[in-house]
């Protein structure tokens, strides 16, 4: 029957789409069944950059710089009794700061000195200081004269300024090992707690769950699976149902069966119960041993409906049934067949 191949196949599918779908749902759907996943605290990169996490190497901690301040040329000179100093400065800081420049000189243990007014040293600018040295006793410019080389010392005293590198923090970013993967770069997956198998996060009990989850879907598949066979078993009557059945239940399973329709209350009292679908009587019998006499009483309803061919239905004929039929065959011309409840049981295909 058609019935029961669409049923193997509809089952079979949902077996196959459940099985699917248990596989599916083994794969925790985060990391792809991979149990890892890309660290989100360094993005992968093993290392995670911390504000402030050193110190600052212009300031070395302290907030506060002395900018970098050099000299690019120096040089004095005596010039009528005093002596003259002019210096070049450049800041190589990117910040300004205030200072003052002194100079001085010895002379036989006698010290002459001139310092400059605080003065601004731009950021990243040159700055040229000038300085004059005078009170040099006459003797000692007559020294520095008859010496014409002589030393200058020149000290430049610049204010501390808050670090521009570190925002007067003392304190610069830095690049450590990320402390969430220690440095791999990926973690395990939360999801599945590494596993792989989706909602085996927690812990194992929680995965065995999962697999029993599986396996009981599956159980509910081969059960319902089962059950339909039993209603189609159910559905597909058995004989000694069909004993127990009511006369007029069982003449309808018959005909049903035979795909033939019911006769009318004149063809019931001739001894027809029913017709095929091509119109010829059938006699139904829910009995065993049906005999001769019940197969020429057929013939004779067939003489009366000009019937060339009928069937008799019943759950076993007698050993006269068939001389029955014969006769008829020969003194009529009848086609009488005779037909088991069994043989309709089991008939994969209309009968007649
Ligand atoms: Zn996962
Ligand atoms: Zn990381
Ligand atoms: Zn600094």
Redesign the pocket.
Known sequence: MKNKLLIVAFITIFICLTLSVALTMAQCPRCDGTGKIICPYCDGAGEITVEEGAP?E??YGT?T?DPLIITKSRSSWLNEGKISVQVRYENQDPVSTYGTVTATVDVKGTSYTDTSPRTLFPANEIKEVSLTISGISYEDYNTLQEGKVFSTDITLTADKVP?P??DGT?LAAAAIECPQCDGAGYILCPECGGTGVEGGEQNVGLDIAGTAYGVAVVVVVAGVAIGVFVLVKKRGVTEEALRKMPASEFQNWVLKKMEGKPASQSDVRMGIDGYTVEGEPVAIKQADGVDRNVIESLAAAMGRRNAKNGTIVAFSFGNEAIRGRVRAKMSYGFDIQMVTVRELISSRNRLL
Do not use: P
Request: aromatic fraction near 12%; charged fraction near 0%.
């Open positions: 600052c212009h300031c907030g710089l670090c590198y570190c003392g």
